[in-house]
């Protein structure tokens, strides 16, 4: 990283944490799929989005008004932190909760988990990170992987086609985000920048929420106000920080792999709370992927001696 260098106390304090923040990101992140499931059966997606974003947003701004923090965002940063929350919030969940209607837990969180494939290829194309071919290998393993348990659960109708089309867009719409963000590096506090980006994603999808939905068709319960209250502080605050954070520290390529983590932690989360049913055959698809993770993060063993 280009800030690393000039600060090494920070960085070594960052790395000796790294294993917990990836282990939390990654618990947080497989069952948020599980909550949205949850919310999209008793509250319509884009509606229950709109409050989700709009409400974290208002959250992170508003105890950084109380605690008086310092505004150290350009108006540039702002503007980029905005246009992630198109792309990662409105854009990402939208599609993704659309998706979940028709889609289960589990396979939306494995489609969303290519997202190491997709962003590896951008990486090497747009911020030019080396794509070897031991890389190359791993993602036509990892889009295996993902390609033999969608056509599996499509043949035997467990999903829905039109479901997993709005789950594929949005995997598109998180690798944008991923290189945007990559790609722009905004600076400024973290925490201050996820407020932007979810009081941004939240104004893009409400005219759709209003247009598209009816808030009569919200059925009030307290698994929906559970559900809620894990998407906004679990989902859009503490997830989203980390994922940010392990961009900066680990890089694009290589944080997006942790994504291919998702797809057995986000089956056993459905399992034990939604009951929903895993076949033999959708671990057999996990092997792949988890041999793609392997062969895109391992970095050259002339790398790993440069880096130590």
Known sequence: MSTASSITAPRTAAFSSLPLLITLFCL???FAFVAGKIGVTDCPP???LTARFSLAGILMLGISLLRRDEWDLTWRDAAVFALLGVA???LYLGLGYTGLKTVSAGLGGLIVSANPVFTAVLAALVLGEP??????????????GVAFIVWHRMKV?????????????????????TILFKLLAPKGSLWLGNGIQNIAGGLAVMPFAFTLSSVGDIVPSARLAGAFAYLVLGGSIIAYLLWFHLLKVCGATAASAYHF????????????????????????????????IYL?????????????
Request: aromatic letters at 6%; proline letters at 6%; hydrophobic letters at 55%.
């Open 28 to 30: 947080l992140w497989s």
């Open 131 to 144: 794509l070897t071919r031991r890389k190359v290998a791993g993602l036509l393993l990892g889009i295996a």
């Open 88 to 90: 990662n919030n409105a």
């Open 46 to 48: 884009l509606i229950l």
């Open 296 to 308: 895109v993060t391992r970095a050259p063993a002339a790398h790993q001696r440069s880096a130590t």
């Open 157 to 177: 109708g467990t999903d829905s086609p039109h479901g997993i089309l709005f789950t594929l867009a949005s995997l598109a719409s998180i690798v944008a985000g």
């Open 261 to 292: 983590l998702m797809p057995p932690l986000g089956m056993l989360f459905a399992f034990l709370v939604l009951g929903e049913h895993v076949e033999f055959r959708d671990l057999l698809g996990i092997v792949p992927v988890a041999l793609g």
